[in-house]
């Protein structure tokens, strides 16, 4: 302790409530890890408590606690477990230095002796309140309950009895199961809405699938005690239920199961799983329940469920984007890049080592399979811009055209030139961004039709907007389309902040919000006091000017143009007489 008064005056206090209470025997000492602890005898009703009060380092600024020496031993219901502390009148979320280890031992004394009273032993109500969290924190075997799938259950018949698929993800600390899918009115298998597609998989999460049951009853309601398999089976009948198909064995072995019980109410919901082994044992998980938030979307959600956004370059600016693009309600992707994720890459990249060697567009598709349910992502390992076949890049290119919003997260001139020149073809936005050498800052921009200029338009003007600035101390990081990415270019949150950027500017163009979040076409983002940018977080919108999206004069005129649907009709009659006489 490095307070002697405190100290001293801690002893001290002790000594007098052991002199006046007539109940208390003391004896100071030093525990292992070298704390000081005082053991204590407190006669209580008759009956000697033997614990122990240890002073933390932290005395006085946190509350010392109080254990019984025997780590066996439970003597109240405001215990943390078996041997564990007591939960007193002064606690971690009330405590104050003014408070003696001689005030704890009093509020121990009163707490037994209420509760341990042998004739009229009494409640003592607690002033202390669990999270969910920490109410968790003992739950070896959680059940995820979703929305969806609460849904879909209380919808059922009462009585009923309905197949389900499981699903088993062990964690540390925790075995986790959710519902995967739930049989319908047919028998036939759904998915459950609201789990993603990653969760029901063997793959990419290692996940195991079980089959099981859900019963469906008013007589679930009434709680009843079921300590085993057996008693589990033996409440099924008494409601009437079928039971053939819950206790099975196969080669000496029990087949594990997942039973499923739910009265007229959500509360009576309760998940078992009879483990599979040559004696059945039963499992009873805990409720993960979803939280308030989870029952409603917001309107621009939906809308953003069915945009499809392409994004071209899956580094360590593309993969922050896409998956928090996922988590705000994107669910169409197509992802293109033809690098994989190297170990080099971990120090910025949004995926981790569980990915290495994996090519960065389907790694990313099997993170965003994990995030949300409903997620459909396509993927193409190639290289825009680079050596590929005609036929592979002109499938790449048709792919993008496909998209309601494109953004280039490569910094590679060439590949913005070829999706600037596919944006204005097809009049479809697109968003790009870049991090700058050094990671002192960054930019970001958008194009979108009827709007603003055309992407090439905004990129000379914002080019045109440098020039009359001072020399940038560093270029623009190149590199982030999958090329060998240079050493300490920037750090990660240096990259996060302007994927967040540029993800906020990629949702409001997606929502074609009106009026726009972002008034202007590019800007410039500080994240330290360097070249233009006077502090971190210094914000410069540039305003640029240039062409529009419409044609020019080399797209041909009207004529022109109702010669080749002339043209394209007669050579489309032409295939169809063809293909119908085959000898012709």
């Given at each position: 302790?490095?307070?002697?008064?405190?100290?001293?005056?801690?002893?001290?206090?002790?000594?007098?409530?052991?002199?006046?209470?007539?109940?208390?025997?003391?004896?100071?000492?030093?525990?292992?890890?070298?704390?000081?602890?005082?053991?204590?005898?407190?006669?209580?009703?008759?009956?000697?408590?033997?614990?122990?009060?240890?002073?933390?380092?932290?005395?006085?600024?946190?509350?010392?606690?109080?254990?019984?020496?025997?780590?066996?031993?439970?003597?109240?219901?405001?215990?943390?477990?078996?041997?564990?502390?007591?939960?007193?009148?002064?606690?971690?979320?009330?405590?104050?230095?003014?408070?003696?280890?001689?005030?704890?031992?009093?509020?121990?004394?009163?707490?037994?002796?209420?509760?341990?009273?042998?004739?009229?032993?009494?409640?003592?109500?607690?002033?202390?309140?669990?999270?969910?969290?920490?109410?968790?924190?003992?739950?070896?075997?959680?059940?995820?309950?979703?929305?969806?799938?609460?849904?879909?259950?209380?919808?059922?018949?009462?009585?009923?009895?309905?197949?389900?698929?499981?699903?088993?993800?062990?964690?540390?600390?925790?075995?986790?199961?959710?519902?995967?899918?739930?049989?319908?009115?047919?028998?036939?298998l759904?998915d459950?809405?609201?789990?993603?597609?990653?969760?029901?998989?063997?793959?990419?999460?290692?996940?195991?699938?079980?089959?099981?049951?859900?019963?469906?009853?008013?007589?679930?309601?009434?709680?009843?005690s079921?300590?085993?398999?057996?008693?589990?089976?033996?409440?099924?009948?008494?409601?009437?239920?079928?039971?053939?198909?819950?206790?099975v064995?196969?080669?000496?072995?029990?087949?594990?199961?997942?039973?499923?019980?739910?009265?007229?109410?959500?509360p009576?919901?309760?998940v078992?799983?009879?483990?599979?082994?040559?004696?059945?044992?039963?499992?009873?998980?805990?409720?993960?329940w979803?939280?308030?938030?989870?029952?409603?979307?917001?309107?621009?959600?939906?809308?953003?469920a069915?945009?499809?956004?392409?994004?071209?370059?899956?580094?360590?600016?593309?993969?922050?984007?896409?998956?928090?693009?996922?988590?705000?309600?994107?669910?169409?992707?197509?992802?293109?890049?033809?690098?994989?994720?190297?170990?080099?890459?971990?120090?910025?990249?949004?995926?981790?080592?569980a990915?290495?060697?994996?090519?960065?567009?389907?790694?990313?598709?099997?993170?965003?399979?994990?995030?949300?349910?409903?997620?459909?992502?396509?993927?193409r390992?190639?290289r825009?811009?680079?050596?590929?076949?005609?036929?592979?890049?002109?499938?790449?290119?048709?792919?993008?055209?496909?998209?309601?919003?494109?953004?280039?997260?490569?910094?590679?001139?060439?590949?913005?030139?070829?999706?600037?020149?596919?944006?204005?073809?097809?009049?479809?936005?697109?968003?790009?961004?870049?991090?700058?050498?050094?990671?002192?800052?960054?930019?970001?921009?958008?194009?979108?039709?009827?709007?603003?200029?055309?992407?090439?338009?905004?990129?000379?003007?914002?080019?045109a907007?440098?020039?009359?600035?001072?020399?940038?101390?560093?270029?623009?990081?190149?590199?982030?389309?999958?090329?060998?990415?240079?050493?300490l270019?920037?750090y990660?949150?240096?990259?996060?902040?302007?994927?967040?950027?540029?993800?906020?500017?990629?949702?409001?163009?997606a929502?074609?919000?009106?009026?726009s979040?972002?008034?202007?076409?590019?800007?410039?983002?500080?994240?330290?006091?360097?070249?233009?940018?006077?502090?971190?977080?210094?914000?410069?919108?540039?305003?640029?000017?240039?062409?529009?999206?419409?044609?020019?004069?080399?797209?041909?005129?009207?004529?022109?143009?109702?010669?080749?649907?002339?043209?394209?009709?007669?050579?489309?009659?032409?295939?169809?007489?063809?293909?119908?006489?085959?000898?012709?």
């Amino acid at each position: 302790m490095d307070d002697p008064a405190r100290f001293l005056r801690e002893r001290a206090e002790l000594d007098r409530l052991e002199a006046e209470a007539g109940w208390l025997s003391t004896a100071w000492r030093m525990s292992e890890d070298g704390s000081i602890a005082v053991d204590l005898d407190m006669t209580i009703h008759g009956r000697v408590f033997a614990g122990r009060m240890t002073y933390p380092a932290m005395f006085p600024d946190s509350p010392p606690y109080i254990c019984p020496r025997d780590k066996s031993e439970r003597w109240s219901g405001h215990q943390y477990g078996a041997g564990g502390p007591l939960c007193l009148q002064w606690r971690a979320d009330n405590w104050h230095p003014d408070v003696t280890g001689a005030d704890m031992v009093r509020s121990a004394h009163e707490l037994l002796s209420t509760e341990q009273h042998p004739e009229l032993p009494n409640t003592v109500p607690s002033a202390h309140r669990l999270t969910e969290g920490q109410d968790m924190r003992g739950a070896g075997q959680r059940f995820v309950a979703t929305t969806g799938l609460l849904a879909t259950w209380t919808a059922l018949p009462l009585p009923s009895r309905t197949r389900l698929k499981s699903a088993i993800v062990y964690n540390l600390g925790a075995v986790v199961m959710f519902a995967a899918k739930v049989a319908d009115a047919q028998d036939v298998l759904q998915d459950v809405v609201d789990v993603p597609e990653g969760i029901a998989a063997s793959l990419p999460l290692f996940s195991l699938s079980g089959d099981g049951w859900i019963f469906r009853s008013e007589v679930f309601d009434q709680r009843q005690s079921v300590e085993s398999a057996e008693a589990l089976v033996r409440v099924l009948a008494e409601a009437g239920f079928a039971t053939d198909d819950v206790l099975v064995q196969e080669a000496g072995k029990y087949k594990a199961r997942t039973i499923v019980l739910l009265g007229t109410a959500l509360p009576s919901l309760r998940v078992f799983l009879i483990d599979s082994g040559e004696q059945p044992e039963l499992l009873e998980h805990r409720i993960v329940w979803p939280t308030p938030s989870d029952f409603r979307l917001s309107e621009e959600t939906q809308r953003l469920a069915n945009v499809r956004v392409g994004i071209v370059g899956l580094g360590s600016m593309g993969s922050k984007i896409a998956v928090s693009l996922a988590r705000s309600g994107v669910r169409r992707f197509l992802l293109v890049d033809d690098d994989y994720l190297a170990p080099g890459n971990m120090v910025r990249h949004e995926l981790s080592w569980a990915y290495v060697g994996t090519h960065k567009a389907r790694a990313a598709r099997d993170a965003l399979s994990l995030i949300a349910a409903g997620v459909q992502v396509d993927t193409r390992t190639t290289r825009l811009a680079g050596q590929e076949s005609a036929v592979t890049a002109a499938a790449a290119l048709k792919d993008l055209s496909n998209c309601d919003l494109l953004i280039d997260a490569t910094a590679n001139p060439e590949v913005f030139l070829l999706l600037a020149a596919l944006a204005k073809r097809q009049e479809t936005p697109l968003c790009w961004g870049e991090i700058f050498a050094g990671g002192y800052g960054g930019m970001i921009a958008r194009a979108r039709p009827g709007r603003d200029p055309n992407p090439l338009a905004v990129r000379d003007a914002y080019h045109a907007y440098l020039a009359t600035l001072p020399d940038a101390p560093f270029k623009n990081a190149a590199g982030y389309d999958g090329t060998e990415e240079q050493p300490l270019v920037a750090y990660d949150s240096d990259v996060g902040f302007v994927a967040t950027a540029l993800t906020r500017l990629a949702i409001d163009t997606a929502l074609s919000r009106d009026p726009s979040e972002f008034p202007y076409s590019v800007y410039l983002l500080g994240m330290r006091r360097e070249w233009i940018f006077e502090a971190p977080f210094d914000t410069r919108p540039v305003a640029v000017q240039g062409h529009g999206w419409e044609r020019g004069e080399d797209a041909g005129s009207g004529e022109d143009r109702h010669a080749v649907v002339e043209a394209l009709l007669r050579m489309y009659e032409g295939q169809k007489r063809a293909d119908a006489d085959p000898a012709a």
